[in-house]
Each structure stands twice: as structure tokens, then as C-alpha cells.
């Protein structure tokens, strides 16, 4: 039986994209850029796989072509009638095998919505949640060039939007740990990872049963962020303060974080205003639910387009 995999998540632009880095830096565990494939997969190709039409629907996915997996690597690891979750897994384990390790796993914080799905598909991983203060998160994602993301229906507009995107899924990670429980589950806080790394990174390691390795810590100037501006603290050591909301946004923009969300910053240990830990008012329990509902309409209709043939012509087989 093979190890469990490694699936790191956490809130856009909370650090994890450093935490990817010195994992996959592990002599055993390979960890690719972001895949965003998992849920087109899971839906195209419920329960048992055909083989053929997976691998029809692998070369027309650009990620493959980005990490350098051809479809053909894939293919003969899989099997008719495989359980989709296994089939998806493939992808990652040539990945991996490509690179000379044994283990795999996962770095894509748009999965934060789709825990449930991650959950069913692959019922060994270990999760790693790497939370960040979210008021700082907001100013990496403010700064963000445009582009970068997929602009969805809940894409935040505002501080407070993003308030609410933080706290929604930083709760669903918490609850998914809680359900799991602390064999398959860690929470580590983005400022110790750069405060104490090597002390977060052995957590991390004893959780997925790995052995420490100082390589972890040598990313700094291995990376290439040529085409990445937003990645350019990968250039330098674990590095504390890189952020500073306190500096970065005005008191009304974080009186508008905090009364969405400052009882989750306060439940992390973050400092927040007098009053702001008790809760959201109404009028940030509104934004909270239209967040969640813009962001189940978004996935409720990619996932009925996935189904549809429309998908397959939106999507050309690269590779023909």
C-alpha cells in the first residue's frame, strides 16, 4: 500500500506556495505548482473510470503540459474500472516518479471549496492547513497583478469580501480537521513557518511520517519566479514581516476585516480590536451568506457544465 498524500491547503495567499516549496524540497515527497484539474475529473468520470475517455480528457489539460506529464505516463498506470480518486492520483504519482520519489501531494487553494470532494476522492491524505493572519493575506491578495486568478462569481471586490472568503474557509478546514482528527490533520500558523521553520516544517514531517531534512530550508534562489512577480519572496530565506496590516490598510478597511471575520483571527491567537472577537453583526452575516452562495452557484454550475459536451469543445486536446 502506498504512503497517503501530502495535500496542503489554506486561504489564497497565506503562505502556502512557500510551504509547497520546502516540502517538495523533502528528498521522498514531490509537490507540483497548483492543478485545478481534480474537480473536472471527479466530475467528468464518477465512480469507475474508462480508461480511454480519461485519458482523452488528460490531454486536454494544460497542467499536464506544465509539469511535463505526458498523458501516455499516466495511461499505463491506470486500470479499467479504476475508482476515479485512484485514476486522479495517477497523474500526481508519475509526477512524482518523474522526480524519483515515492510520495505526492497537492497545493491548490481554490480546493478550499471543494473539501468534501478531496475528502471522498482520496480517503488516506494528510492534510496541512498553513493559516495566516487573514488581514495580511488581504494585502498580498490586494497587491495580486491582474490576471493571476480565476475571477469567479464570489471573486472579493473589497476588503470585507475578503474577509468573508477568508473566514468561510479557514471554518471549513477546521471543521474537516476536526472530523478527521490529529492523525490526518495539522494547523500550523504561517507566521511560526517563518518565525521557526524548522521547528513547523518537523511537525509537518511527524504528521505525515517523514524524517526532518535540512534541505527543506535551501529553496532560496533554486526556484524560478522569472514569470511569477507575485512569487518573488521565494527568492530569500523564510523571511517574518513581509506583510504588515497594520501599515498596509487603513483603520476603516480593518474595522471592515474585523467585523467579519475578528472571531476567527481571535480564535487563531491573532490580535484583534475590543469587540471584534464576539462575532459578526448582521450586516456581515449577509455578506457572509453571499459569499457562500455565490460560491456554491459557481461550483454548482461548473459542475453541470463538466457533465455536458460543451466541456470537451471548450477544451481541445492540446497534443493534436
Known sequence: MSAPPLIILGVRRSGTTLFRVMLDRHPEVAIPDESYFVPQLADRHRGAIDVEGFVDDLRRLPTLGEWGVSADEVRARLRPGMPVGEAIAAVYEAYAAQRGKSRWGDKTPLYMQYLGLLDRLFPDAVYLHLVRDGRDAAVSFRQLPAGIVTEGWAHPRSIADFAAQWRTEVRAARALGERLGPNRYLELRYEDLVAEPETELGRACRLAGLEFDPEMLRYAGTVDVSA?????????????????????????????????????????????????????????????????????????????????????????????
Not at 265 to 294: D, N
Not at 298 to 308: F, I, N, P, Q, S
Request: glycine share 10%.
Open 228 to 320: 511569477k512577480p507575485h512569487q518573488q519572496s521565494l527568492t530569500r530565506p523564510p523571511t517574518p514581516g513581509l506583510r504588515d496590516w497594520r501599515r498596509e490598510l487603513a483603520p476603516g478597511e480593518v474595522a471592515a476585516f474585523e467585523a467579519v471575520a475578528g472571531d476567527e483571527l481571535a480564535r487563531h491567537g491573532y490580535e484583534v480590536s475590543p469587540g471584534a472577537e464576539t462575532g459578526p453583526g448582521p450586516q456581515a452575516r449577509l455578506r457572509l451568506a453571499r459569499y457562500e452562495a455565490l460560491s456554491a452557484a459557481w461550483r454548482a454550475g461548473g459542475h453541470a457544465l463538466r457533465r455536458t459536451p460543451v466541456w470537451a469543445r471548450r477544451h481541445p486536446p492540446l497534443d493534436g
